[in-house]
């Protein structure tokens, strides 16, 4: 393998928190991405998306895959403190590890990309774990919610992740476009029929209204799970 894997490394004391660090055998001092998956906020695992970190193995980044506490367990912003103490712990073990504490990135899919805008926007999320959003190099989000208070007003699962409705209006990221963010990419297939393809170019009209550093690409043929399938080694034709 091309890759150095560490399984189940502890950020914290509890069940969920833990991830596996892929890190490439050919870098030096590689870049580290952190991917965050989805599963609606209630379900999914680190140990699904071996083939999305051997893939940016390949393209010299040290991968992390990260679980969190789940709904209805864990409501909002649960998860996204624990992908905070997740990115903590990886700044402080970068030289054990061999990658680069400075040069991090997130990259998340479905409610993964909603944890991880709202990390890159909101800057409570890291500054209550002892960070700043200046410690992220990039943000890349693939095919996820993030102008969707209407769905929540009438999906019962939802309104489940996110607890107190007096929380709610804090779980949109596009109310927290301010230009401050770090670059960002966002990704969308137009065929998507879990996740509405019209949250990207939202969140890409509020963040280029308030000046912040955005590209967005939508994707024609693409749905929900190909976004990730084109990670894979039988999905690389996917475009």
């Not at 190099?137 to 019962?156: E, K, M, N, Q, R």
Request: aromatic content about 12%.
């Amino acid at each position: 393998k091309n890759f150095k894997l560490y399984k189940n490394l502890e950020y914290g004391v509890l069940e969920r928190q833990k991830l596996d660090l892929y890190v490439p055998r050919r870098v030096t001092r590689a870049p580290l991405m952190i991917f965050v998956h989805g599963g609606y906020w209630h379900g999914g695992s680190k140990d699904e998306y071996t083939f999305l970190a051997e893939a940016l193995n390949l393209e010299g980044f040290a991968v992390a895959t990260v679980n969190y506490r789940l709904a209805p367990g864990a409501t909002f912003p649960t998860w996204i403190r624990d992908v905070g103490l997740a990115l903590r712990w990886l700044r402080r073990h970068a030289d054990q590890y061999h990658y680069q504490a400075e040069k991090v990135g997130l990259i998340g899919h479905s409610s993964g990309a909603h944890i991880t805008s709202l990390m890159a926007l909101d800057a409570r999320h890291l500054e209550g774990v002892g960070l700043t959003r200046g410690v992220l190099s990039a943000v890349v989000c693939l095919s996820g919610p993030y102008d969707f208070f209407d769905f929540i007003l009438t999906d019962a699962k939802t309104q489940a992740a996110f607890g107190d409705p007096l929380h709610w209006s804090d779980t949109q990221p596009v109310r927290f476009a301010d230009g401050t963010n770090p670059p960002m990419l966002l990704m969308h297939g137009e065929k998507d029929t879990l996740v509405n393809p019209l949250n990207t170019p939202a969140l890409e009209k509020a963040l280029v209204a308030a000046k912040g550093d955005v590209k967005d690409v939508m994707f024609e043929n693409i749905h929900h799970f190909t976004m990730l399938g084109a990670f894979s080694k039988i999905g690389r034709w996917i475009e």
